[in-house]
């Protein structure tokens, strides 16, 4: 099966800052994509999705950046609060042809510093 | 029931024996999906259910898995003869759309230890 297990990098952010966490792709065909927020022992939670006919999608407190040129993908939290600490991970739909799957990137975790 | 809800959420399991992991999605969701985390990485595709359609299994990494969706609900996943490698968190998503839109809604998972 697809594997896109990476290392995990991680984001140490002050609280009150800003974040950005990025992810690149690798499929100039995806014309979706996801950011999840997953804490521990749970299960990955929907953020903020964005259609590769746009280049920006607000949501509360997070910003979705889409760079297709460059295939980049970057996710802002505003304002980041102890609770955003989690990890976080991409997902992009590759390939309709094959089903309607996601595929995900490896994860960024990202600890929020009180 | 509200969400999506995996059994068992942890399992111990001795190399060699089959193990079953069960999945109860959203109601009315039509598709399901089996995903599995290993430590630390992120997930890996198994298998989707969409509806009465077969289920694209291009996930599923040997024949040793095989996966069940009884009556359009519920669903099984079972590993045979398991192997320390299949160790990892076994994650499964319900969504009433036919395609990836909105996302899917996740359940917490199985954590399963083959020892």
């Known amino acids: 099966g697809e594997s896109v297990g990476l290392h995990l990098p991680t984001l140490s952010v002050q609280e009150g800052d800003n974040s950005i966490i990025n992810c690149a792709y690798s499929n100039s065909a995806s014309d979706y994509f996801i950011w999840y927020k997953q804490e521990s022992g749970k299960g990955p939670q929907f953020i903020i999705d964005?259609?590769?006919?746009?280049d920006k999608r607000q949501g509360q407190r997070v910003t979705v950046l889409l760079n297709k040129t460059v295939k980049h993908l970057s996710l802002q939290i505003a304002a980041t609060q102890p609770g955003d600490s989690a990890v976080y991970f991409c997902?992009?739909?590759?390939?309709?042809?094959?089903?309607?799957?996601?595929?995900f990137g490896g994860g960024t975790r990202v600890l929020v510093k009180p | 029931g509200a969400g999506v809800s995996q059994s068992p959420s942890n399992k111990v399991t001795e190399k060699g024996k089959d193990v079953e992991l069960r999945c109860d999605p959203i109601s009315g969701h039509t598709a399901l999906y089996w995903y599995r985390q290993s430590l630390g990485q992120g997930l890996e595709f198994l298998i989707y259910f969409q509806g009465n359609s077969a289920p694209d299994k291009s996930g599923l990494p040997s024949d040793r898995f095989s996966a069940e969706r009884t009556g359009g609900s519920v669903s099984t996943l079972t590993i045979q003869r398991t192997q320390q490698e299949d160790s990892a968190v076994y994650l499964c998503?319900?969504?009433?759309?036919?395609?990836?839109?909105?996302?899917?809604?996740f359940g917490s998972g199985t954590r399963l230890t083959v020892v």
């Open positions: 997902a992009e739909n590759r390939d309709k042809a094959a089903g309607n799957k996601l595929t």
């Open positions: 964005i259609r590769s006919n746009m």
């Open positions: 998503a319900s969504s009433p759309h036919k395609g990836p839109d909105y996302g899917y809604t």
